[in-house]
């Protein structure tokens, strides 16, 4: 049995003990608190994530009201009629990454219109990755084009028909720029086109010139519907599409300089700087292209007759 002066003196003891653990795991989340705040600008400067209001990732470029941002930046319309289209581009340039929208196209008749949603570069020799949604009758499907140009050359065209009816819901339409490498096309998080790298043929890549996020919805109705034949119904209109949930998890660019530290993927945490096709997904890709595959550049004999561009033979 402890008598009273041992009892005190183990409690100062155990006080004691107490007051080090306390100070020791005061001592660790201070510690711990400073090493965050030291890396938290290191860490911000690898890569961007923006997502959420997109008042303040988008400018309303033209359209003289019709486009808009309501329900507090979660929502953006273009609409078209017979006077004007509407169009929008991000206040950010971007140089590499994962770009995800979801958009809700024209229902009903949209023969004869065009809802653009691509990345572009400024200049005569400029870069540009385009979804191009060209309209049809009712009833019958939209065409989902796609196109890439590298230093003002484009002119390769894949067309696509989509398995879903994209004016009934919102539907996630994705473009990839892994580093130097690869381009991808997305729908859903189902891959439908790769791009890849063929500079050691001599074929220009879209790699090194930041581009802002476009969007538009226009008339063109010379081309975009059975070739022009079909004409756009003005009754119909105003023709409307509308966009949300907007992502970009990517390398911004801004004052000359990237806000990725490097062109490496041991320099950030996010997945899409080393993300490729696994073979689940070469499977998605097979069967897009082999279901819904509408045209490709590198099949048409007729219009390279003297052969077809080189990367199509990668």
Same mark, same amino acid.
């Given at each position: 049995m402890l008598h009273y002066p041992v009892i005190n003196l183990f409690c100062f003891h155990f006080q004691t003990y107490k007051l080090h653990i306390y100070f020791s795991l005061q001592t660790i989340f201070m510690a711990f608190t400073v090493?965050?705040?030291?890396?938290?600008?290191?860490?911000? =400067?690898?890569?961007? /994530?923006?997502?959420?209001?997109?008042?303040?990732? &988008?400018?309303?470029?033209?359209?003289?009201?019709?486009? #808009?941002?309501? !329900?507090?930046?979660?929502l953006l319309t273009l609409s078209l009629d017979k006077a004007s289209g509407s169009g929008f581009e991000s206040k950010n340039e971007y140089l590499f990454g994962n770009i995800d929208m979801q958009? #809700?196209?024209?229902?009903? !008749?949209?023969?004869?219109?065009?809802?653009?949603?691509?990345? #572009?570069?400024?200049?005569?020799?400029w870069d540009e990755i385009d979804f191009e949604f060209l309209g049809n009758l009712s009833g019958d499907p939209y065409i989902l084009h796609t196109n890439v140009f590298s230093q003002g050359k484009g002119s390769r065209e894949q067309q696509f028909?989509?398995? &879903?009816?994209?004016?009934?819901? &919102?539907?996630?339409?994705?473009?990839?720029?892994i580093l130097s490498a690869l381009c991808i096309f997305s729908v859903d998080g189902t891959p439908i086109r790769e791009f890849k790298n063929s500079e050691s043929i001599g074929v220009p890549f879209p790699k090194s010139q930041p581009m802002r996020i476009h969007s538009s919805l226009w008339n063109a109705d010379d081309w975009a519907t059975r070739g022009?034949?079909? $004409?756009?119904?003005?009754?119909?209109?105003?023709?409307t599409a509308s966009y949300r949930n907007f992502k970009a998890d990517a390398c911004v660019w801004s004052n000359g300089a990237s806000s990725c530290s490097s062109n490496s993927p041991s320099s950030t945490t996010s997945t899409w700087f080393s993300?490729?096709?696994? =073979?689940?997904?070469?499977?998605?890709? #097979?069967? /897009?292209?082999? !279901?819904?595959?509408?045209?490709?550049?590198?099949?048409?004999? $007729?219009?390279?007759?003297?052969?077809?561009?080189?990367?199509?033979?990668?």
């Open positions: 090493c965050y705040l030291l890396l938290l600008p290191l860490l911000g =400067s690898f890569f961007m /994530v923006a997502y959420g209001n997109l008042n303040q990732h &988008f400018d309303i470029t033209w359209g003289e009201g019709r486009a #808009k941002i309501p !329900n507090n930046g979660e958009l #809700k196209l024209v229902p009903g !008749n949209s023969a004869g219109t065009v809802t653009a949603y691509y990345l #572009k570069s400024p200049g005569t020799t028909y989509l398995w &879903f009816d994209p004016t009934a819901d &919102f539907h996630t339409y994705s473009i990839l720029g022009g034949l079909v $004409k756009t119904d003005w009754t119909q209109a105003p023709f993300q490729e096709l696994d =073979s689940t997904n070469q499977q998605r890709l #097979k069967w /897009v292209q082999n !279901n819904y595959l509408i045209y490709n550049y590198c099949t048409d004999m $007729k219009r390279f007759p003297q052969g077809i561009p080189p990367e199509c033979n990668v």
